[in-house]
């Protein structure tokens, strides 16, 4: 069956880089897209960027400059790399399976997520 | 960035009870809205897909409607199961931008 899971190191120094793993099963990574979402305790979600079944990517812009998704299809494996962390990175971040349908993609899988800290 | 408000940002209501959430967008986002629920320490999952239509194993008490900028979901009969928090999700224009939820309490 489709799953997701986040991997990663729960705790990043400030003005360190953040790199989390996303492994897939049931599905290919050349067949769907894969989206990062991320919410900070108890607050609301925020679409950080995605990754097409092409390779291409897409990035929020607010995080665009700090912000890179790359993936190897070999291993099912989809890479969030974020520089220049600071507090308010502070956060759950999940990645979704996107299911396209009339040419948008909504997220009908997600991974359990992976709380990331930002402390010295 | 469109901007996705949702109201209301709680509500309570009764077993059995219709309840409806709001979310409009700052411009025509065509239908390309989504619904998705979050319960407590859980990831959220897909109820409605563009706009209107039912995600596979949706219970089909949910509806998704609206159009151009307004749109809402209808819970037809409110069940234990459905607490949690509600967020509504453009996909027209990058960045998908969600709106900042509802929190829906079984009262």
């Known amino acids: 069956q489709v799953q997701l899971k986040e991997s990663g190191p729960g705790l990043v120094q400030p003005s360190q880089t953040l790199s989390l793993t996303c492994t897939v099963s049931g599905f290919s990574l050349t067949s769907y897209n894969v989206h990062w979402v991320r919410q900070p305790t108890g607050k609301g979600l925020e679409w950080m960027g995605v990754?097409?079944?092409?390779?291409?990517?897409d990035y929020n812009s607010a995080l665009k400059s700090r912000l890179s998704i790359s993936r190897d299809t070999s291993k099912s494996q989809v890479f969030l790399k974020m520089n220049s962390l600071q507090t308010e990175d502070i956060a759950t971040y999940y990645c979704?399976?996107?299911?396209?349908?009339?040419?948008?993609?909504?997220?009908?899988?997600w991974g359990q997520g992976v709380m990331v800290t930002v402390s010295s | 960035d469109i901007q996705m408000t949702q109201s209301p940002p709680s509500l309570s209501a009764s077993l059995g009870e219709t309840v409806s959430i709001e979310c409009r967008a700052s411009?025509?986002?065509?239908?390309?809205l989504a619904w998705y629920q979050q319960k407590s320490g859980k990831s959220p999952q897909l109820l409605i897909y563009?706009?209107?239509s039912l995600q596979d194993g949706v219970p089909s008490r949910f509806s998704g409607s609206g159009s151009g900028t307004q749109y809402s979901l209808k819970i037809s009969g409110m069940q234990p199961e459905d607490e949690g928090v509600y967020y509504c999700?453009?996909?027209?224009?990058?960045?998908?931008?969600f709106g900042a939820g509802t929190k829906l309490e079984l009262k």
């Open positions: 979704a399976r996107g299911l396209t349908t009339e040419g948008i993609d909504d997220f009908d899988y």
């Open positions: 563009y706009a209107s």
């Open positions: 411009e025509d986002i065509y239908s390309n």
């Open positions: 990754i097409w079944t092409g390779g291409s990517t």
């Open positions: 999700l453009q996909g027209s224009k990058y960045p998908y931008t």
